[in-house]
């Protein structure tokens, strides 16, 4: 069975949330269309999860937030990465090449006569 779409692995919505706020600010909307297309619909983050992320990262100090309006002309909370947020950014890249190249150098193992 092909995992939820919605299934992001516990602290990597953070990180790629900070990452697509390095290019620019935006909203929540935004973050979650642009986390379907980048991942090409891998990532179909609800508000129920991308929400309470973005208060986390608030709280945090890791993004800083101001009311905009939208390109439609609706109000919205535009999000934007703060000089702590790169350094946990920085931070969770480095430990998500560790991770990932852990986990592929096990997937490589070929195992004869199993």
Avoid: C
């Avoid at 309470?52 to 101001?66: E, F, K, N, V, Y």
């Amino acid at each position: 069975m092909p995992p939820d779409r919605s299934d992001v692995l516990q602290g990597t919505l953070e990180m790629l949330v900070l990452k697509l706020l390095t290019a620019e600010a935006n909203h929540g909307w935004g973050l979650s269309m642009q986390l379907r297309v980048l991942s090409r619909d891998v990532f179909d983050v609800n508000q129920g999860s991308l929400y309470p992320a973005l208060q986390r990262m608030l709280r945090r100090g890791w993004i800083r937030s101001t009311w905009r309006l939208t390109e439609h002309n609706r109000r919205a909370r535009y999000y934007d990465i703060t000089a702590e947020g790169r350094r946990q950014l920085d931070n969770a890249v480095g430990d998500w090449q560790r991770t990932s190249g852990a986990v592929n150098r096990v997937l490589r193992l070929s195992f004869t006569g199993a």
